[in-house]
């Protein structure tokens, strides 16, 4: 059974930072891709970065020069540096792991969500 746990959530005051890490835990043999969605309320879940396993990397244009997505492929973690936070960053960021090759099977799985507030 594929995990995926995050962490690093939690209150931050305008400008400021936080580190997301995500950790994908099971048999697992490789990882396609790695990435950060957020869900504020009332809105659609959307893309903050993806990275792939060659370190390819993808950022919504909102986050584009302050996010900063890494990954550490010996131990299936994804990592996301938030710098320059704004009230709107606020929202559940959710972890993905796309393409995971296991003993068994091979599907797409999510974290359970952290949260992130930015106040003014």
């Known amino acids: 059974q594929v995990q995926l746990v995050e962490s690093g959530g939690g209150l931050v005051q305008a400008g400021g930072s936080l580190r997301l890490s995500c950790a994908a835990s099971g048999s697992i043999f490789s990882i396609n891709a790695m990435g950060w969605y957020r869900q504020a309320p009332g809105k659609q879940r959307e893309l903050v970065a993806t990275i792939t396993s060659g370190k390819s990397t993808n950022y919504a244009d909102s986050v584009k020069g302050r996010f900063t997505i890494s990954r550490d492929n010996a131990k299936n973690t994804v990592y996301l540096q938030m710098n320059s936070l704004k009230p709107e960053d606020t929202a559940v960021y959710y972890c993905?792991?796309?393409?995971?090759?296991?003993?068994?099977?091979?599907?797409?799985?999510w974290g359970q969500g952290t949260q992130v507030t930015v106040s003014s």
């Open positions: 993905n792991a796309e393409g995971v090759v296991t003993a068994y099977l091979q599907g797409d799985y």
